[in-house]
Each structure stands twice: as C-alpha cells, then as structure tokens.
C-alpha cells in the first residue's frame, strides 16, 4: 500500500520535502497556526496564540488539521480564554470563532449526534447543588465555571438567581408529590422536632413526618424547617407544629410527637401538651403527644459517664495522640505489639469529642493495647503518661457501660428506620443493665452509674407506654414480652401487675377510640356499635334468601333468644381475638409491616392501629447526627439564605433522596401553584 503524501502532480513527496515545497496549505487554520521542521522529516504546527506545539509530518504521516482547527473553534485554546473572547466567523472569511462553519464529522457506530439540551442541564446543576449542599453562589465561582465550558463551550451558565429558582422548582414538584403521598395515608401522622440554632441565635425547628402508606411501607420526611427567632421560648416548637399541620393538611391527623424535653421547661413541656391535646383529643388525652428523643438520651448519659472519669479519658486520649502524631514512633508501637504478641485487631485512633462514638472505639482499641502503652512506657523515657493498673481497669468498667449505649444507639443508624417496636428491649434493656449497677457493691461502679440511671430511670417512665403499646403490636410478643420484662425491673410484684394492667388498659382504650372513629366514618345502616367497641353488620344483609326464616310462632322464639345471648357472649374484639392467639415464632428478620399488611382484612382496625402506633419516631436527630454530644448547628452560609429558600434546599434533598419525580424535566417545570404556593 502507497503511503506517500501526493502533490500537486501528483508525484510522490520524498522525505526530505520541505513544507514549504507542499502544496499551498488551502484550510483556514493556517492563519492561526505555523508549521516549523524539528526534524529530518518530522514538522510540527505551532498555536500562534499560546505556542502550543502539535503533530503535523512525521516522516509520510500527515496527521490532518482537525485537532488545531478544535484547538482554536472550541476554546480550547488557553491564550484565546484569558481574551475572554473568541473571533467571530463570518461567510467567507477565514477566521474561526464561536460559530465555526459547518463541518462533517465522523460518527462511530451506536453514538447520535449531541444535542446541547439547556434546561436539562440547568436542571442537573440545581439536583447537584440541592443533593451534595454546594452554595447556590458556585454557579458564579470562576473555577466551576471555567471547568463547565471546558466541557461544553456552547453551555450558557445560569445567574445566581436563576439556579435559584430551579431548585425551588425542583422543591415544589417533590412536594406535591409527597403531598399526593400523604394525602392518600390511611393512618395517622407522626411528627419528630429536632431544633438547629445559627451563629445569630435564631432556631431552626426540623419537622419530620413519620407515616405508614397505603402499602405498608414506612416513610421518615423532613416535611418543614421553621425559623422561629427565639429558640428558647415556651412557643417555639407549638409555632413550628401548627406550620406544619396547616403546610400539609394534617389537622386531624396528628398521631404524636417526639421532641427534645431537655429544650423545654416543665410549663413549656405542659403548655404543648395542653396545645396538642387540643388539636388531637382522641389518643388517650394526649398521653401519647409527648415523647423524649432517644438518641439525645443516649448521647447524655454518655457525655456523664466520660466526663465523670475526664482526667483518666484525658490521659488515654494523650497517649493515643502521642503515638498516633508521629511515623517513627507509631512503627515502634506497632513493632512492640508484635513482639508482645498482643491479639487486638483494633487500630488506635483520636477521638473527634463531637462524636462519642468515637470516644468509646479510643477507650476499647487502648484498653486491648494496654499491654503494650505499658511496655511504651518503660522503653520511651519521653512517654510519661501512661494510666496506672487500676485507671485500666476503671475505663474497662467504663466501656462496657457505654456498650449498652452503643449497641442500643447503633440501631437508630441504620438505612432504612426501624419501626418502634424495635426499641422496648432495647430500652428495658438499659434499664435493667442500669438499675443493677447503680445497686452494686463496687464502690466505683455505684459511683459510676448512680446518676446515669436518675436520669435514665425518668425517660423510662416517660416512654413506657408508648414502647409498651409498640412491642404488643409484634405477634412475636405482644403482651407476653411485657409482662416477662416488667417482672425483671420491678422487684415488687404488684407494682409490675399495676403496670402491666395499665399497658393492657391503655392498649384496649386506644383500640376502643379507633373502632368509634371507624363507627362514625361508616353509615348507620351498614355497621352499628356492638358491646366493647365490636362492629356487628346487619344480620339482613348476611342471610341467603334461599333459606327461610323461623316463623316467630312455630314456638322457638326462646331458642332464638339464647342462640343470640351466646353468640354476644363468645364474641370478641379484633385486639382480644389479636392477644389470644399464639405467639409467631422469633425469627432474625422479620418484616413486622408485612404481616399487617397480610393480615390487615382479618384486623381491619386493629391494623389501622398498629400502622399508627410502629410509625411513631423515638428519636427526632438523621441517622448520621444520633452520635452527636452538641446541638447542630445552621452553617453562615445557610445562615445567609431567606427562610424559604433554605427550607426548600433542604427538604429537597432529604426527598430526593427518597428517589425523585423529576428524572424526566418537563421543558417549563409547570407545578400546581392551586395546592402547593411559595412566596420570594
């Protein structure tokens, strides 16, 4: 096969050919670039503008013009950006610009032509911004900017403005989706409020809604975030519920709500309850509208215990910093665990005292590597801080305390929520574990825990029932599990029965307030009030016209009478029919909200029910904050933004998250302003 470039007559050009014997370069690059010999046989073309070199010749090869005419029309070119313009191309001339001619490119097989679609890129920037929280602001940085056009020269950047629009957009399509959601709910509404506080000490009231669709499926959303510009008074969190109930068409619907107590004083925490026992009277005169935050519980009785033992924590989390914050001297440390054949398999880390988490991985790694901070001790004259024999064994009893913790918080963290009946072993569990300390001989456990089960001790009573009622809605346990716990906390036996008998009372009085709410919804002549809360249908309507009536005078009214005094007396509520059944056996994974969801035709109101009662939240922080030892706090970013716009950011992301409804943009974002309105 000839290789040889051909000339003008056709002739092969020899190797030794200059450029300039070639024939007279015709392409319109050439005003732009110059060709220079590197050598024999070899040329390279050279940006007159930034001096960039590029193939041209080497040898027979001819490399084309293509890749300088992209270099130059496309704004590739360095020296042509820092112009921050390109030379127009007009008809006729040779000058490449912005609006190059056209030219014919070649399509590899499966790729279609690019179309440039600007309103879907516009709407991929703002999904951007809202999912990984950049500032609305990075549309006008220049480095984002810059890296943009590298990408697509034609894409026109949205103004400041603009993005921000998008992204409410994106907010009130989601939310009316949700809405649509919600609306269709055959259940109740539990709301969760966690309060954020800014650098100029204004709150910020997180509403998250807690529910059980028509499907079963369990939904957590962050449905509003209330500014209220006093954290700390008695009305904030009452402000921020009736936002929410009249946003999201709730009234009526409120179910409970679980909050931080510790942010309210004893008339503030009655002053609510008073306000949501008005807006909901049904459900047990409010003794289930207030609750404590589980992981806030959590967190400070971990904060007590660490800082009742500060100086000797201190000490290991020296020694830990001490090894960790130099090469040589980690190596050594590594090395004499080797030696010592120390069998930990944890690695020594420094704790971040936000997270106390992170404090209690510290304490368990050095606790298994004490041995060898000993052995450090005696090798480094610079090591002087090493904890004595009984500090050891005082963080040992530490930990293992602050295990129950951690297991019991661990379980708020995982990807999907779990329901509430998940949390009454976990609780009672803490409770026990505690209350047998706190009574212990050792001087220095008693010590120790004493204070941590005061406080706990008062969290359990204030959520016993609402736990209770959970875990009765688990055919594993129902009643049975409550009964066998309370006999384990409650050394005396009538105390245990009194509060059995009040869970059961408690459990029976809210199934009750569901069968009249059942009652009132249905028409008089389909379903009346039976005894006990029991929905009896017409007997009319039930018996098949091919079977003839008993003529009240063939002399068996009697036995009529007596048929219907036993069937009213074996007759028994959905709940009663529930409790009496045998228990399922205990499996690891068992998918609680499916069973109702089969079972719900056999318990059509005691399903309603239970689906209330498994959605209730026991912790108002996300997943990533159940940790935290501070009150989150409102970035001076975040700070900066109008209360709507920073709501719809947020609340956005957390629904996004969930899986959008804006996959496929519609050209104008068209949302129904009729359900949905937000004022700028």
Not at 161 to 180: H, P, R, T
Not at 254 to 261: A, E, G, K, P, R
Request: net charge negative; with cysteine.
């Amino acid at each position: 096969m000839d290789t040889s470039i051909p000339t003008d007559n056709n002739e092969p050009l020899s190797s030794e050919a200059q450029p300039n014997r070639r024939r007279r370069k015709k392409s319109i690059v050439w005003d732009h670039f110059t060709v220079e010999s590197v050598g024999a046989g070899c040329s390279k073309a050279y940006c007159n503008q930034c001096k960039k070199s590029f193939s041209y010749i080497n040898g027979t090869k001819l490399a084309g013009t293509s890749h300088l005419k992209r270099h130059i029309s496309m704004g590739i070119c360095p020296a042509s950006r820092q112009k921050d313009q390109l030379i127009p191309y007009t008809p006729g001339s040779k000058t490449l610009g912005t609006n190059p001619p056209k030219r014919r490119y070649r399509v590899s097989p499966g790729f279609a032509s690019f179309h440039l679609d600007q309103n879907h890129c516009n709407h991929e920037i703002a999904k951007m911004i809202i999912l990984h929280d950049y500032p609305l602001h990075i549309v006008e940085q220049p480095g984002f900017v810059d890296f943009v056009h590298t990408l697509q020269p034609q894409f026109n950047m949205s103004s400041f403005n603009a993005i921000q629009g998008d992204c409410v957009a994106i907010y009130l399509k989601e939310k009316q989706s949700l809405l649509n959601l919600i609306s269709g709910i055959p259940g109740r509404v539990s709301l969760a409020l966690d309060m954020w506080i800014s650098n100029q000490n204004l709150g910020y009231v997180f509403v998250t809604g807690h529910f059980i669709d028509g499907d079963w499926n369990l939904h957590r959303r962050i449905l509003n975030v209330v500014m209220v510009p006093s954290p700390d008074s008695a009305d904030a969190f009452s402000q921020a519920i009736v936002t929410c109930l009249s946003d999201w068409h709730l009234e009526g619907q409120l179910f409970t709500v679980t909050l931080d107590q510790s942010l309210l004083n004893e008339t503030a925490t009655e002053n609510l309850r008073g306000f949501l026992s008005v807006k909901n009277m049904l459900m047990l005169n409010g003794q289930l509208l207030i609750g404590n935050c589980f992981a806030r519980v959590l967190s400070r009785l971990a904060q007590d215990a660490l800082y009742a033992m500060r100086e000797t924590v201190s000490k290991i989390r020296e020694s830990v910093k001490y090894v960790k914050t130099s090469e040589s001297l980690e190596e050594k440390f590594i090395e004499l665990k080797r030696q010592l054949q120390v069998p930990c398999m944890k690695n020594l880390l420094i704790d971040d005292q936000s997270k106390w988490n992170t404090t209690y991985h510290m304490l368990v790694a050095a606790c298994e590597l004490k041995e060898v901070f000993a052995c450090l001790d005696t090798s480094d004259p610079d090591y002087k801080m090493t904890p004595s024999v009984d500090e050891w064994k005082q963080v040992e009893i530490l930990y293992t305390y602050l295990k129950h913790l951690f297991d019991a918080a661990n379980v708020l963290t995982a990807p999907t929520y779990p329901t509430a009946n998940a949390f009454f072993h976990e609780v009672s569990k803490i409770q026990l574990e505690l209350k047998q300390a706190a009574m212990s001989e050792d001087s220095f456990i008693s010590y120790l825990i004493k204070p941590l089960h005061d406080r706990f001790d008062r969290y359990w009573n204030n959520c016993c029932l609402v736990l209770a009622a959970a875990v009765v809605m688990d055919p594993r346990f129902k009643m049975k599990l409550v009964e066998f716990t309370f006999s384990k906390i409650y050394e005396n036996a009538e105390t245990a029965e009194t509060l059995i008998r009040i869970v059961e009372d408690g459990v029976h009085e809210l199934f009750i307030e569901y069968t009249e709410q059942q009652m009132i919804s249905l028409p008089d002549s389909v379903m009346e009030d039976g005894d006990d809360g029991i929905l009896k249908t017409d007997i009319s309507q039930e018996v098949s016209p091919e079977v003839p009536f008993i003529s009240a005078g063939d002399g068996l009214s009697d036995f009529e009478i007596y048929i219907s005094e036993i069937t009213s007396q074996q007759m028994k509520s959905e709940l009663d029919q529930y409790l009496e059944e045998s228990l399922l056996p205990r499996v690891q994974e068992f998918d609680v909200l499916g069973w109702w969801k089969l079972n719900r035709m056999k318990y059509p109101t005691l399903s309603r029910m239970a689906s209330d009662i498994l959605s209730i939240p026991v912790s108002t922080v996300s997943p990533d904050s159940v940790f935290d030892t501070e009150i989150k706090m409102i970035d001076s970013y975040r700070g900066s933004l109008r209360p709507v716009t920073l709501e719809a950011l947020i609340c956005a992301k957390d629904w996004l998250q969930y899986g959008s409804s804006t996959q496929t943009p519609s050209p104008t974002f068209e949302v129904s302003n009729a359900i949905v309105k937000m004022e700028f």
